[in-house]
């Protein structure tokens, strides 16, 4: 049957894979190199089981009759024979792993339904700081399902942690159980964006692949229900978090500019990218942006409480305290008016007209909400 080369611990092949002088070493005479490679495989493949047969691919120092120097080797870094290996699921397996620990040997388990092997120890402890600590469980709690690639940030956390020593693992438990929250990293999604992740994944390609990509979205005005708009064919530009949500921009040829999609408004089932041929350039494409003037309170201007989330932006702050005048660029008069809309009643839109005509009826509608009744 043929390898599977995509099989976890072969994306270190090459990295573990050595000149042709070492190939060609005798393979008694390796055997120092040859079994430090084995730890070292061990230890960057975790969490990950090996088998016999993967290992010695990886490895090309075993030689003809590779089985027997494969199973000395294991006796070398365990101090046990194949057979005593624990199973993963041994009811003595933490006692077993002090032991290993204090006779300074690997901790290497077998799965014999598998015919695989794992190191369940690392073979070094790193200790961390109290503010290191912290910052582990802020990350931990942060990124929950939905947030930009919780899943894969999880995992590269739980690898961390199993290399801390004892000391550093208590250390992070003591702060998860601290009452007091005092970081907050506000990464929480504002949607459930669970049924969404594959087309996050699926843009993410895209974006880096060069590839088209056509899909069925429905507009935030819009019922779910409503029958949606077909976008075939437009041109990836940036995938961002913000504030909560996930927030895809592409270029549309037919209609030469930059549109702004929320993830979480395009229909899963419908995202297409899969032509292997037809391609852009990423990066050739510069959005423009939209230049606009607003004018801040002195409340905000005396604090100096303005947003540098523009591009080229200027602040000029007249005499007298009469606020302050900013000016710059953003991607388009919808993150204009979001932008200026979360400032309540400190701001003012000045320039462009459209901008300006646009806050009013926003600003309008919302004073009708509150309208006393009759």
């Given at each position: 049957?043929?390898?599977d080369v995509n099989a976890p611990g072969t994306q270190d092949d090459a990295s573990l894979r050595t000149h042709g002088k070492l190939r060609e070493t005798d393979p008694s005479s390796g055997k120092p190199i040859r079994i430090m490679l084995l730890a070292v495989l061990l230890h960057l493949s975790w969490p990950h089981y090996l088998t016999k047969q993967e290992i010695i691919r990886l490895?090309?120092?075993?030689?003809?009759?590779?089985?027997?120097?494969?199973?000395?080797?294991?006796?070398?870094l365990t101090d046990c024979n194949v057979k005593d290996l624990p199973a993963p699921d041994a009811e003595d397996l933490a006692t077993w792993c002090e032991q290993q620990q204090?006779?300074?040997?690997?901790?290497?388990?077998?799965?014999?339904?598998k015919g695989a092997f794992k190191l369940i120890q690392s073979m070094f402890s790193l200790d961390i700081t109290e503010d290191e600590a912290r910052a582990f469980v802020a990350l931990q709690e942060s990124f929950v399902p939905g947030t930009p690639y919780a899943s894969a940030v999880q995992m590269l956390l739980q690898r961390w942690e199993w290399l801390l020593s004892e000391q550093g693992k208590q250390l992070i438990t003591s702060k998860r159980k601290r009452k007091g929250r005092p970081v907050v990293l506000p990464l929480s999604p504002v949607s459930d964006y669970s049924q969404h992740v594959q087309v996050i994944l699926q843009l993410d390609a895209a974006l880096e692949n060069g590839a088209y990509v056509s899909f069925a979205y429905t507009p935030l005005s819009h019922s779910w229900d409503d029958p949606p708009e077909q976008h075939m064919h437009v041109e990836p530009y940036e995938l961002e978090y913000r504030e909560g949500h996930w927030y895809f921009t592409a270029y549309v040829q037919s209609m030469n500019r930059f549109l702004d999609y929320r993830v979480d408004r395009i229909h899963p089932a419908s995202l297409d990218s899969s032509s292997e041929h037809d391609r852009y350039y990423p990066g050739r494409r510069t959005r423009q942006g939209v230049k606009f003037r607003y004018w801040v309170a002195p409340e905000m201007a005396r604090h100096g409480t303005l947003s540098v989330r523009l591009w080229e932006?200027?602040?000029?702050?007249p005499e007298g305290g009469q606020g302050a005048y900013v000016e710059g660029y953003t991607r388009s008069i919808w993150w204009a008016t979001k932008l200026l809309l979360g400032y309540g009643d400190q701001v003012k839109a000045l320039e462009p007209a459209e901008l300006v005509e646009r806050m009013r009826e926003k600003t309008q509608a919302a004073a009708r909400l509150y309208e006393m009744e009759e």
């Amino acid at each position: 049957m043929e390898e599977d080369v995509n099989a976890p611990g072969t994306q270190d092949d090459a990295s573990l894979r050595t000149h042709g002088k070492l190939r060609e070493t005798d393979p008694s005479s390796g055997k120092p190199i040859r079994i430090m490679l084995l730890a070292v495989l061990l230890h960057l493949s975790w969490p990950h089981y090996l088998t016999k047969q993967e290992i010695i691919r990886l490895i090309p120092l075993y030689g003809e009759n590779p089985d027997k120097a494969f199973y000395r080797d294991l006796t070398t870094l365990t101090d046990c024979n194949v057979k005593d290996l624990p199973a993963p699921d041994a009811e003595d397996l933490a006692t077993w792993c002090e032991q290993q620990q204090r006779l300074r040997r690997l901790a290497i388990v077998h799965d014999s339904q598998k015919g695989a092997f794992k190191l369940i120890q690392s073979m070094f402890s790193l200790d961390i700081t109290e503010d290191e600590a912290r910052a582990f469980v802020a990350l931990q709690e942060s990124f929950v399902p939905g947030t930009p690639y919780a899943s894969a940030v999880q995992m590269l956390l739980q690898r961390w942690e199993w290399l801390l020593s004892e000391q550093g693992k208590q250390l992070i438990t003591s702060k998860r159980k601290r009452k007091g929250r005092p970081v907050v990293l506000p990464l929480s999604p504002v949607s459930d964006y669970s049924q969404h992740v594959q087309v996050i994944l699926q843009l993410d390609a895209a974006l880096e692949n060069g590839a088209y990509v056509s899909f069925a979205y429905t507009p935030l005005s819009h019922s779910w229900d409503d029958p949606p708009e077909q976008h075939m064919h437009v041109e990836p530009y940036e995938l961002e978090y913000r504030e909560g949500h996930w927030y895809f921009t592409a270029y549309v040829q037919s209609m030469n500019r930059f549109l702004d999609y929320r993830v979480d408004r395009i229909h899963p089932a419908s995202l297409d990218s899969s032509s292997e041929h037809d391609r852009y350039y990423p990066g050739r494409r510069t959005r423009q942006g939209v230049k606009f003037r607003y004018w801040v309170a002195p409340e905000m201007a005396r604090h100096g409480t303005l947003s540098v989330r523009l591009w080229e932006q200027k602040v000029t702050l007249p005499e007298g305290g009469q606020g302050a005048y900013v000016e710059g660029y953003t991607r388009s008069i919808w993150w204009a008016t979001k932008l200026l809309l979360g400032y309540g009643d400190q701001v003012k839109a000045l320039e462009p007209a459209e901008l300006v005509e646009r806050m009013r009826e926003k600003t309008q509608a919302a004073a009708r909400l509150y309208e006393m009744e009759e």
